[in-house]
């Protein structure tokens, strides 16, 4: 038996237009991780805007579900191109473990 994805409606979650804050997306993320279901459509539909803010701790909390399938539904075309480059920034350069906690010289 096929169930239907889980549909959370962002703007009735937060009862907002705009989703600002990490922690918005550190709730969605939460109630992602909580839910049984193993597909997850987080509905955009009536968000106006976000911060970059809000979309890369997205980004990067959906990343950390595994074992879900979460699709992103109905953003307006700002938003998913805001996303978009959230999803091609340059991951952030990893540092050497051996010279991670090597003195400075200051000169």
């Known amino acids: ?20 804050t990490r922690e918005s997306a550190i709730e969605i993320a939460r109630l992602i991780h ?5 597909q997850i459509d987080l509905d955009f539909g009536g ?3 976000t911060t970059r803010s809000f979309m890369d701790q997205l980004n990067h909390e959906i990343h950390r579900v ?6 992103i539904v109905n953003m307006t075309t700002d938003i998913a191109a805001m996303y978009d480059r959230v999803r091609r920034r ?3 350069p990893q540092v050497d473990p051996s010279v991670q906690n090597a003195p400075v010289i200051r000169l």
């Not at 909580?34 to 193993?38: F, L, T």
């Not at 595994?66 to 699709?71: A, D, H, Y």
């Open 47 to 49: 968000i106006e805007s």
């Open 1 to 20: 038996m096929t169930t239907s994805p889980r549909r959370i409606l962002l703007r009735d979650l937060h009862g907002t237009k705009s989703l600002v």
């Open 66 to 71: 595994p074992g879900k399938e979460v699709r």
């Open 90 to 92: 340059r991951p952030k």
């Open 34 to 38: 909580e839910g049984p279901e193993s």
